[in-house]
């Protein structure tokens, strides 16, 4: 077995056990992948950073909202180079053979390519983002950031590996601009 193989064999497995949560779960995850939706996640930004902190606002709002943005626009253009079917897609005929069941939750589309998910790159760059600006004492933002990334998979959009890829762009590409912002000061 190829490492390839070895990796996709993996992917499916691991995608297989958490979305098939979605049969029998509540349908909490399906709600938390909104966390990592690019408005909803700068709404919450916005109020988050303007009652915490008033004083700083203006000055660290654009410089997050430019952290997030960026690092979406660097997902999406990965999306376009790999061009890696959803779930859904790549297990069409599996599907219909009934060999395999994909639950897609709240009648997401997934007509769009998957690799990586943009969810998780925007959660996990605006907790980067976030902690690069105040410290590590925001470390557990991660664990909402983590359960957006669970959520993709669970509604059926992503594979597990789409999901890893995006967290490590999302934090990547926040540290990058942090290394930056470092520079500017």
């Not at 992917?11 to 966390?35: K, M, Q, Y």
């Not at 902190?53 to 626009?73: C, E, I, Y």
């Not at 890696?84 to 939750?105: E, L, N």
């Amino acid at each position: 077995m190829s490492f390839i193989d070895f990796v996709r064999f993996w992917d499916h497995r691991l995608f297989f056990a958490i979305n098939g949560l979605a049969g029998s779960a509540p349908p909490f995850l399906a709600w938390v992948t909104e966390l990592g939706n690019v408005l909803v996640l700068l709404v919450l930004i916005v109020a988050g950073v303007f009652i915490w902190d008033r004083r700083g606002f203006v000055k660290k709002f654009p410089w997050l909202f430019v952290t997030v943005v960026g690092a979406r626009l660097v997902g999406q253009a990965l999306k376009m180079m790999v061009h890696r079917p959803r779930p859904a897609v790549c297990f069409t005929d599996a599907i219909a053979q009934g060999k395999v069941v994909v639950h897609t939750v709240l009648g997401l589309h997934h007509s769009q390519t998957s690799f990586p998910s943009g969810h998780a790159v925007a959660a996990f760059a605006a907790v980067t983002a976030l902690c690069v600006l105040y410290g590590r004492r925001l470390w557990f933002l991660y664990i909402p950031a983590t359960l957006v990334a669970l959520s993709r998979v669970y509604v059926g959009a992503h594979f597990p590996s789409d999901v890893a890829a995006g967290a490590v762009v999302g934090i990547v590409v926040s540290l990058g601009f942090g290394l930056f912002l470092d520079k500017k000061k």
